[in-house]
C-alpha cells in the first residue's frame, strides 16, 4: 500500500512531528478555547450598529439598520439595543442577545491587524501567522500552534479540510473535515496493513495516532447522527448549515479536545448586502443559530468555554454604489462563553463619525488582535509575560478583561 493509498483511506498525515515541548501552566478548570474565524471581511457595522450615530444613518441610506424604538422595531428590524451607543444586527435578536442578556456575550469593536493591505489573503495569513509585519515572517509557524506549544499539554485540532496556518508549526495538529459526507473509520485489516507500513519509521506514532482519532469520531459521528433523528419530531437540530456542524464541534469538544479553530466563508458582501433582511442578515443568522448551537450543546462545560469570532478585516463604513460594501480596515470581534465577563463591549472606543474614520473610509483598529489575545491567553491560561512572548514576539497583552 502507497502513500496515495494511505490518503484515500481517509487517512490525514499530521504535518510536523511534535518538537520539545515545554511545559507551562495547567488550563484553569478544563478551558476550552475556539477561534471562528469569518473569511471574506464581514461588515461589522452592520452586526455591531452605532445607534447614536447619525453619521451612520446618512453614509448608509440602503443598507443601515434602523434604530431601536422607531416604526422598523414593530416589525423586528430594527437593532437590538445594547446600551446607548451600540445595538446589535436583529437577526441575532433570538440567538446572540440572550447571551448577551445573560452576560454570556462581549463585542470588541475597532478591533484588528495593522495590516493595511486590505487583501483577503495577505490579511488572513498575517493574522493566522500573528508575527510582526515588518521583516522576514516565519509562513511555518502559526499562532495558535505556538500557543499548544506553550500549554505543552490538551487536544488541539482543527475543523477544516486541510491544517489551516493558524496551526501549522512544530506541534503536531490533527485537523478534521466535518462538512458533508463523513467517511467512518478504516476497517481493522488496512489498519494493521498501515501501521506494519509504517512501523519503524519517524511516522509510526503519527500514523498511530490518526487510526486512532479517525476511528474515535467515527464512533462518536455514528451516535451523533442518531441522536439527531431521534430529536427530528421535537426539538430537530437543523439539518442546515452551521448549526449542524456546530452541534457535531461542541460535541467533540466537550469530551475529547481542548483547543479548536473552524472557519465560515462568505461574507464578501460588494453586491446587493442587504439591511434587517437580505444576504448578510442571512448569513448572520445561520451564524447566530450556529453559535447558539454550539452553547447548547457544550452543556456543562459552556462555563469552561471561550468562543472568539475574528475576521481578516471590516469594510468600508460608507456603503458602495452596488448596495454593498468593500474592504475595510477595522472590524468587530466576538467573545462568548459561560464565564466571559459579558454584556458590555470592551476595549478602546472612539465616537463614530466622519472624523474618527481611518483614511476616511473605515473603522479604525484601536485594539489591536495580538495584544487582545494576549490578555485573554494570560487570563485564561495564567500564562506569564515569558511565555506570551513565545506566541506573540514583541506584542505587549492588552487585558481588556474578557474573563
Given at each position: 500500500?502507497?502513500?496515495?493509498?494511505?490518503?484515500?483511506?481517509?487517512?490525514?498525515?499530521?504535518?510536523?512531528?511534535?518538537?520539545?515541548?515545554?511545559?507551562?501552566?495547567?488550563?484553569?478548570?478544563?478551558?476550552?478555547?475556539?477561534?471562528?474565524?469569518?473569511?471574506?471581511?464581514?461588515?461589522?457595522?452592520?452586526?455591531?450598529?452605532?445607534?447614536?450615530?447619525?453619521?451612520?444613518?446618512?453614509?448608509?441610506?440602503?443598507?443601515?439598520?434602523?434604530?431601536?424604538?422607531?416604526?422598523?422595531?414593530?416589525?423586528?428590524?430594527?437593532?437590538?439595543?445594547?446600551?446607548?451607543?451600540?445595538?446589535?444586527?436583529?437577526?441575532?435578536?433570538?440567538?446572540?442577545?440572550?447571551?448577551?442578556?445573560?452576560?454570556?456575550?462581549?463585542?470588541?469593536?475597532?478591533?484588528?491587524?495593522?495590516?493595511?493591505?486590505?487583501?483577503?489573503?495577505?490579511?488572513?495569513?498575517?493574522?493566522?501567522?500573528?508575527?510582526?509585519?515588518?521583516?522576514?515572517?516565519?509562513?511555518?509557524?502559526?499562532?495558535?500552534?505556538?500557543?499548544?506549544?506553550v500549554l505543552g499539554h490538551g487536544s488541539p485540532i482543527a475543523?477544516?479540510d486541510q491544517l489551516p496556518l493558524i496551526f501549522r508549526g512544530?506541534?503536531?495538529?490533527?485537523?478534521?473535515?466535518?462538512?458533508?459526507?463523513?467517511?467512518?473509520?478504516?476497517?481493522?485489516?488496512?489498519?494493521?496493513?498501515?501501521?506494519?507500513?509504517?512501523?519503524?519509521?519517524?511516522?509510526?506514532?503519527?500514523?498511530?495516532?490518526?487510526?486512532?482519532?479517525?476511528?474515535?469520531?467515527?464512533?462518536?459521528?455514528?451516535?451523533?447522527?442518531?441522536?439527531?433523528?431521534?430529536?427530528?419530531?421535537?426539538?430537530?437540530?437543523?439539518?442546515?448549515?452551521?448549526?449542524?456542524?456546530?452541534?457535531?464541534?461542541?460535541?467533540?469538544?466537550?469530551?475529547?479536545?481542548?483547543?479548536?479553530?473552524?472557519?465560515?466563508?462568505?461574507?464578501?458582501?460588494?453586491?446587493?448586502?442587504?439591511?434587517?433582511?437580505?444576504?448578510?442578515?442571512?448569513?448572520?443568522?445561520?451564524?447566530?443559530?450556529?453559535?447558539?448551537?454550539?452553547?447548547?450543546?457544550?452543556?456543562?462545560?459552556?462555563?469552561?468555554?471561550?468562543?472568539?469570532?475574528?475576521?481578516?478585516?471590516?469594510?468600508?463604513?460608507?456603503?458602495?454604489?452596488?448596495?454593498g460594501t468593500d474592504h475595510g480596515h477595522g472590524s468587530v470581534?466576538?467573545?462568548?462563553?459561560?464565564?466571559?465577563?459579558?454584556?458590555?463591549?470592551?476595549?478602546?472606543?472612539?465616537?463614530?463619525?466622519?472624523?474618527?474614520?481611518?483614511?476616511?473610509?473605515?473603522?479604525?483598529?484601536?485594539?489591536?488582535?495580538?495584544?487582545?489575545?494576549?490578555?485573554?491567553?494570560?487570563?485564561?491560561?495564567?500564562?506569564?509575560?515569558?511565555?506570551?512572548?513565545?506566541?506573540?514576539?514583541?506584542?505587549?497583552?492588552?487585558?481588556?478583561?474578557?474573563?
Amino acid at each position: 500500500m502507497d502513500r496515495r493509498t494511505v490518503l484515500k483511506a481517509g487517512l490525514a498525515l499530521p504535518t510536523a512531528v511534535v518538537a520539545g515541548r515545554v511545559m507551562a501552566a495547567a488550563p484553569s478548570s478544563g478551558a476550552r478555547l475556539l477561534v471562528v474565524f469569518l473569511r471574506g471581511g464581514y461588515d461589522a457595522a452592520s452586526l455591531l450598529v452605532p445607534i447614536a450615530s447619525d453619521f451612520y444613518l446618512q453614509a448608509r441610506p440602503n443598507i443601515a439598520i434602523a434604530r431601536p424604538n422607531n416604526a422598523a422595531g414593530a416589525a423586528g428590524d430594527a437593532a437590538v439595543a445594547l446600551d446607548a451607543d451600540w445595538g446589535l444586527h436583529p437577526a441575532l435578536r433570538n440567538t446572540i442577545a440572550p447571551m448577551w442578556q445573560n452576560k454570556q456575550a462581549a463585542f470588541i469593536a475597532f478591533a484588528g491587524t495593522d495590516d493595511t493591505s486590505r487583501s483577503h489573503f495577505e490579511t488572513q495569513d498575517s493574522i493566522e501567522l500573528g508575527q510582526s509585519l515588518g521583516g522576514s515572517r516565519d509562513l511555518r509557524s502559526g499562532f495558535l500552534n505556538r500557543l499548544a506549544g506553550v500549554l505543552g499539554h490538551g487536544s488541539p485540532i482543527a475543523f477544516t479540510d486541510q491544517l489551516p496556518l493558524i496551526f501549522r508549526g512544530s506541534v503536531q495538529i490533527q485537523n478534521l473535515a466535518l462538512r458533508g459526507k463523513q467517511r467512518g473509520g478504516v476497517d481493522p485489516q488496512r489498519s494493521r496493513k498501515l501501521e506494519a507500513m509504517y512501523a519503524d519509521t519517524p511516522l509510526s506514532t503519527q500514523v498511530n495516532s490518526g487510526l486512532e482519532l479517525r476511528q474515535a469520531v467515527a464512533q462518536d459521528m455514528t451516535q451523533m447522527q442518531a441522536d439527531e433523528m431521534t430529536a427530528a419530531s421535537r426539538a430537530a437540530i437543523s439539518t442546515r448549515g452551521f448549526a449542524t456542524e456546530a452541534r457535531r464541534i461542541a460535541h467533540l469538544m466537550r469530551e475529547r479536545f481542548d483547543l479548536g479553530f473552524v472557519d465560515v466563508g462568505g461574507w464578501d458582501t460588494h453586491v446587493g448586502q442587504g439591511a434587517a433582511t437580505g444576504a448578510l442578515a442571512g448569513k448572520l443568522d445561520d451564524l447566530g443559530r450556529g453559535l447558539s448551537a454550539f452553547a447548547d450543546e457544550m452543556g456543562e462545560q459552556w462555563r469552561n468555554t471561550v468562543v472568539v469570532v475574528i475576521s481578516e478585516f471590516g469594510r468600508t463604513f460608507r456603503e458602495n454604489g452596488n448596495r454593498g460594501t468593500d474592504h475595510g480596515h477595522g472590524s468587530v470581534y466576538w467573545v462568548l462563553g459561560g464565564s466571559v465577563r459579558g454584556g458590555r463591549i470592551a476595549g478602546e472606543q472612539v465616537r463614530v463619525e466622519e472624523a474618527t474614520l481611518f483614511q476616511n473610509r473605515d473603522y479604525p483598529v484601536l485594539n489591536e488582535y495580538r495584544a487582545v489575545f494576549g490578555g485573554l491567553f494570560a487570563r485564561l491560561y495564567g500564562l506569564n509575560e515569558a511565555q506570551l512572548a513565545r506566541v506573540f514576539a514583541d506584542v505587549r497583552a492588552k487585558d481588556i478583561g474578557l474573563v
